[in-house]
């Protein structure tokens, strides 16, 4: 599925919109004054064959040393329904702990992870929205999208907000992360090694 990591890196005119403006004053409520911007995200999953999301925590793809206090806004840039892969929310505590997670379907070439226990989708809240609506979720809060059965695109843009991170004292560990050697892995590798920078 297409995505980019990062999409303001190449197109400086998504910081500072009014969107981000918004999306901010909601993480500074939230998170408290000390938000901040920890990076964006584009999706497009294709019409017709844009595959499901699998269910995972955001937190699963980050440090497993680090603690993290984050909120993504999620923003899908046209309307979204069942149909089309709107978001759905696993009811939860939000302070519940990182589940084990895979590979999509076991390939460590993916680069998407999956929760590894079957999550009980008849409890999951679908959440169809118009345009200009957006759904609010911590790394902690589990999460997966349909896929798009429409006739158009889905396009979502994700603003990820954060407060200053600190190093966790206990050994957790996410081996689904080491376990991963992915076409984008090698390529940023071969870039830092071409630039001479660290990967
Ligand atoms: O847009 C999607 O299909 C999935 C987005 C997602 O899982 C996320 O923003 O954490």
């Given at each position: 599925?297409?995505?980019?990591?990062?999409?303001?890196?190449?197109?400086?005119?998504?910081?500072?919109?009014?969107?981000?403006?918004?999306?901010?004053?909601?993480?500074?409520?939230?998170l408290g004054?000390?938000?901040?911007?920890?990076?964006?995200?584009?999706?497009?999953?294709?019409?017709?064959?844009?595959?499901?999301?699998?269910?995972?925590?955001?937190?699963?793809?980050?440090?497993?040393?680090?603690?993290?206090?984050?909120?993504?806004?999620?923003?899908?840039?046209?309307?979204?329904?069942?149909?089309?892969?709107?978001?759905?929310?696993?009811?939860?505590?939000?302070?519940?702990?990182?589940?084990?997670?895979?590979?999509?379907?076991?390939?460590?070439?993916?680069?998407?992870?999956?929760?590894?226990?079957?999550?009980?989708?008849?409890?999951?809240?679908?959440?169809?929205?118009?345009?200009?609506?957006?759904?609010?979720?911590?790394?902690?809060?589990?999460?997966?999208?349909?896929?798009?059965?429409?006739?158009?695109?889905?396009?979502?843009?994700?603003?990820?907000?954060?407060?200053?991170?600190?190093?966790?004292?206990?050994?957790?560990?996410?081996?689904?992360?080491n376990a991963?050697?992915?076409?984008?892995?090698?390529?940023?590798?071969?870039t830092a090694?071409?630039?001479?920078?660290?990967?």
């Open positions: 599925m297409p995505q980019i990591l990062n999409p303001r890196k190449y197109a400086s005119e998504l910081a500072g919109t009014l969107c981000e403006v918004n999306a901010r004053a909601i993480a500074e409520q939230i004054a000390g938000a901040r911007f920890s990076g964006d995200h584009a999706i497009f999953k294709p019409a017709g064959v844009g595959a499901p999301t699998s269910s995972h925590q955001d937190e699963a793809y980050w440090d497993a040393g680090t603690n993290y206090r984050s909120l993504s806004v999620w923003m899908p840039l046209q309307e979204v329904t069942l149909e089309n892969g709107c978001m759905t929310f696993i009811p939860g505590r939000s302070d519940q702990e990182i589940q084990p997670h895979q590979s999509i379907g076991g390939d460590s070439r993916i680069h998407g992870l999956e929760m590894l226990n079957p999550v009980d989708e008849a409890k999951a809240v679908a959440c169809p929205l118009p345009p200009g609506g957006a759904t609010f979720h911590d790394s902690h809060t589990a999460h997966f999208t349909g896929g798009n059965k429409s006739a158009v695109p889905r396009r979502a843009y994700i603003l990820i907000f954060g407060t200053e991170t600190t190093c966790r004292t206990d050994s957790r560990t996410f081996p689904w992360n991963r050697s992915t076409a984008r892995d090698a390529r940023a590798a071969e090694r071409t630039l001479n920078v660290p990967a």
